[in-house]
C-alpha cells in the first residue's frame, strides 16, 4: 500500500447554516437510503454516511485520510475526479452536500428533501413512495422527537433512527 501523503488528508467540517434552515434529514435516515439512493448514487449515500458519523464523533470538524474513507466504502482510493471514489465525492458536492472551502469540505449534517426535478427522474412507484412518505411526515414532527431524544442523552445516530421508525410503516 503507498504511504499516506498530506494531500490524502482532508478536513471535513459542518457546514455552517443560517437559524432555521438546518433542517432535514440525517444522512444515514431511511429517507436518505430510500429516496437519495437512486439519485446520489451507493458509494456517495455511503461517503457522507461515513463522514457524518466521523463529525458525530469530532462535531467542529475532523481530517481523514481519503484512503481510509474511500476503502471504508469499498473502493480504492486515486486522486482525480476521474477514479470512483473522486467521482463519488464529487456527486456529492454536485448535488451540494459537501463544498469545498480552503481547507477541505464544509459538509452539510442534514440532507434535505428531493427537488421536484429530482423526484420527476424516479421510478414512479418511488415517487408514490416519496409521496406517502412526506404526507406521513406532515403529521408527525420526527426533527422534534429526534431533538428530544438527543436532548434526553441519546446518542445522535439513534435518536435519527428512532425517530424515523415513528413514520415508518413496518410492513408495505
Aim: charged content about 25%; overall charge neutral; hydrophobic content about 35%.
Amino acid at each position: 500500500m503507498p504511504a499516506t501523503t498530506t494531500h490524502d488528508i482532508v478536513t471535513f467540517q459542518p457546514w455552517a447554516m443560517p437559524p432555521g434552515r438546518d433542517v432535514g434529514h440525517d444522512p444515514r435516515s431511511a429517507y436518505v437510503e430510500r429516496f437519495w439512493l437512486s439519485t446520489l448514487g451507493p458509494s456517495a449515500t455511503w461517503i457522507i454516511r461515513r463522514i457524518a458519523d466521523h463529525l458525530d464523533d469530532s462535531p467542529d470538524g475532523v481530517a481523514v485520510n481519503l484512503n481510509d474513507l474511500a476503502q471504508s466504502v469499498g473502493l480504492s482510493f486515486a486522486r482525480g475526479v476521474d477514479s470512483p471514489f473522486g467521482k463519488a465525492l464529487h456527486r456529492c458536492s454536485m448535488f451540494n452536500l459537501i463544498r469545498p472551502n480552503g481547507n477541505g469540505y464544509d459538509v452539510k449534517r442534514r440532507i434535505p428533501d428531493l427537488t421536484t426535478r429530482q423526484l420527476d427522474r424516479m421510478h414512479q412507484q418511488l415517487r408514490r413512495d416519496h409521496d406517502e412518505w412526506i404526507q406521513r411526515t406532515w403529521t408527525t414532527d420526527v426533527s422534534a422527537i429526534e431533538h428530544q431524544l438527543v436532548s434526553a442523552g441519546v446518542d445522535r445516530r439513534v435518536a435519527a433512527i428512532a425517530a424515523e421508525n415513528v413514520i415508518t410503516p413496518t410492513s408495505s
